[in-house]
């Protein structure tokens, strides 16, 4: 037997050769091997095969293509054993990777390298994805703190405040007093009504996708300068809850950042339905798309449509101004 040391060599170039070379030199190897011992075997055959000719010749035949079977598997198991763990991958489960492929073809260590950078990238994601919606959680919930604190926290302390003076005035003025209690009462269900739209809007659930969009576009115009136009296609497809719900939000999201960043005069909001996608298109004349956008919704954005399997696309209009375009697929 040769020693290791010199079968090293062979090894790292076993090691170097792809897929397709491994099996042509397995068969290769099986043909040399059967041509070999056809030639220096004493079997011989007539033209028209016996018998017994026929019956060395299929057990050949038999035991070349078991031979070549067992080649052939031991050149595809790493290949097996890289589609098992990849099937073995559970995205709940960090950390699992395809593991050392050491020996298998350059394919074969080629597509677990992948694979593994594939994982690293899908983690990296999931754990960015998860920490922004923590810190959107977060912002969310100090937004509803602070306006329920400043907002109806003050007013219902200015009620109670008001309530105890009145109990002390003469019942002659008590009427005028509770009245502009019960203004201030009135004024600080509203506000609570307000606070409960932001956070689920009621006409989504009642009115359906287009009157939530024009309540939404009646609720914003005239703020700031800005005027509101909108156009929707009355006659939309039957949609998802949760598919209605990312349309109207990418609107609000949109809308808001119009509100905020573009200094524009007047938007259009659009909703229809075209071939086999519902469209929405937000379109403003601000100062247009600037690169710190994703820091401005866009990403919350995209991965809302991400989610019910749309297309968004937001970019820069050649006469001025930004437009937001969602393309959602009616069967999503």
């Avoid at 017994?52 to 050949?60: K, P, S, T």
């Avoid at 594939?118 to 602070?146: K, N, P, Y």
Wanted: with cysteine; net charge neutral; aromatic share 2%.
């Amino acid at each position: 037997m040769p020693p290791a040391s010199s079968l090293k060599p062979l090894r790292q170039r076993w090691d170097r050769l792809s897929l397709q070379w491994r099996v042509f030199v397995v068969n290769a190897v099986i043909v040399v091997v059967a041509t070999a011992i056809l030639a220096w075997t004493p079997v011989t055959v007539h033209r028209v095969a016996t018998p017994n000719e026929l019956v060395v010749l299929a057990i050949g035949v038999v035991l070349m293509l078991a031979v070549d079977l067992v080649l052939l598997r031991r050149a595809f198991d790493p290949l097996e054993r890289l589609a098992s763990a990849m099937r073995a991958v559970d995205p709940m489960r960090p950390g699992e990777r395809a593991g050392s492929f050491a020996g298998a073809s350059v394919e074969v260590r080629a597509l677990a390298a992948a694979l593994d950078r594939m994982l690293d990238r899908l983690e990296g994601e999931r754990r960015e994805s998860a920490l922004r919606e923590l810190a959107a959680q977060e912002r969310e919930r100090v937004r509803i703190a602070r306006e329920l604190h400043d907002e109806v926290g003050q007013m219902l302390t200015a009620i109670a405040l008001r309530a105890e003076r009145a109990a002390e005035q003469p019942l002659a003025q008590q009427r005028e007093t509770l009245l502009d209690i019960s203004q201030s009462a009135l004024g600080s269900l509203e506000d609570v009504r307000r606070i409960g739209r932001e956070l689920r809007p009621e006409a989504l659930d009642d009115l359906g996708l287009d009157n939530a969009v024009t309540a939404l576009c009646g609720r914003v115009d005239r703020q700031r300068g800005l005027r509101v136009r909108r156009s929707l296609d009355w006659r939309l497809p039957e949609l998802a809850p949760e598919v209605e719900l990312v349309i109207y939000r990418v609107a609000q999201e949109a809308l808001t950042n119009v509100l905020r960043h573009s200094d524009a005069t007047d938007v259009t909001v659009e909703l229809a339905h075209s071939g086999d996608h519902v469209v929405l298109e937000v379109r403003d004349n601000g100062r247009g798309f600037s690169p710190d956008a994703e820091e401005r919704g866009l990403r919350g954005m995209r991965e809302r449509a991400l989610v019910i399997s749309a297309s968004l696309d937001v970019r820069a209009r050649a006469e001025g101004g930004t437009e937001v375009i969602l393309r959602v697929p009616v069967g999503a």
